[in-house]
């Protein structure tokens, strides 16, 4: 039991078939995946927490909610009739705002297209900020907050009786009143892209992490999906082409090499990294 579920499966040899759907990929049970044991967010939300899963060596969800809270938990607390062309019009803002894409939080996908345009960038955001989150010791489940399906715009806003501060921007609000450190909005956030890139160089140099360790979650995508899209009406096959493309945008997003998912040395003199940058050169 020590050494995890999956080797008393393997000591005892029976178990196998329900090891493989709770202790998927990193051998830690996944969560709010919309897959599995826990299906929750539905097609397509769930693509943008399986980009997070696949860059990371565990469960996400230390960083996970940021996406699915906010936007598959507005649409849960909406449920936006599909004439209202008000809410959807609304709901555009939210995904042109936060992610600069509509289609980022649309959940009306026609069968068997669509869905995965606009999840990279999420993806990338949201693992910034699940690095930052871990820093300052935020509550992963409330941070970031942007969504509130209340307001008239969607949009967490809070009035600090000076300014108002949008809810994407909180992080440094309070980072501001409580360091002394001098980091002025774009240079926190770009703190949590370090982070995460280092993380990656750690685990280049360590275990010869690449694009192939990536996508070891792959096999447990192909499971059916839990839970069903309302707008499709039924569950959403896992088009893995499509999710492999996904995959190449978040990596030229994120300014890695998309065979070897390794950094870039441009990307790491841009992070001020540069002197790692013989660490990251492809082979």
């Not at 196998?16 to 759907?21: G, L, P, Q």
């Not at 769930?46 to 936007?71: C, E, F, K, S």
């Amino acid at each position: 039991l020590a050494e995890g579920g999956p080797r008393v499966a393997d000591h005892l040899g029976i178990g196998h078939d329900v090891i493989s759907e709770m202790y998927p990929a990193w051998g830690q049970a996944s969560h709010w995946d919309g897959h599995g044991t826990f299906p929750s967010p539905h097609f397509p939300f769930w693509l943008v927490t399986a980009l997070q899963w696949a860059m990371d060596t565990r469960d996400p969800m230390g960083g996970g909610h940021g996406y699915t809270t906010n936007i598959f938990g507005l649409i849960r607390a909406l449920k936006p009739d599909p004439e209202d062309a008000a809410v959807w019009d609304k709901l555009a803002h939210v995904g042109q705002t936060l992610y600069g894409s509509p289609s980022s939080v649309d959940p009306r996908v026609a069968p068997g297209a669509s869905g995965y345009e606009g999840k990279a960038y999420p993806g990338v955001v949201h693992g910034d900020t699940g690095a930052l989150k871990d820093s300052l010791g935020l509550c992963d489940n409330i941070f970031p907050l942007l969504t509130d399906p209340k307001a008239e715009n969607l949009l967490i806003e809070i009035d600090d009786g000076r300014d108002v501060i949008e809810g994407r921007h909180l992080e440094h609000y309070l980072f501001e009143a409580a360091s002394d450190a001098a980091l002025d909005r774009e240079a926190f956030y770009r703190t949590g892209a370090r982070i995460l890139t280092l993380e990656r160089l750690l685990a280049i140099r360590n275990w010869s992490r690449d694009r192939a360790t990536d996508e070891t979650i792959l096999a447990y995508l192909r499971h059916p999906e839990g839970s069903v899209n309302p707008y499709l009406g039924a569950p959403e096959p896992f088009d893995e082409p499509r999710f492999r493309a996904l995959l190449d945008e978040y990596y030229t997003l994120r300014g890695w090499h998309v065979a070897t998912a390794r950094p870039l040395p441009d990307t790491l003199s841009a992070l001020g990294l540069s002197e790692l940058a013989g660490g990251a050169q492809d082979a």
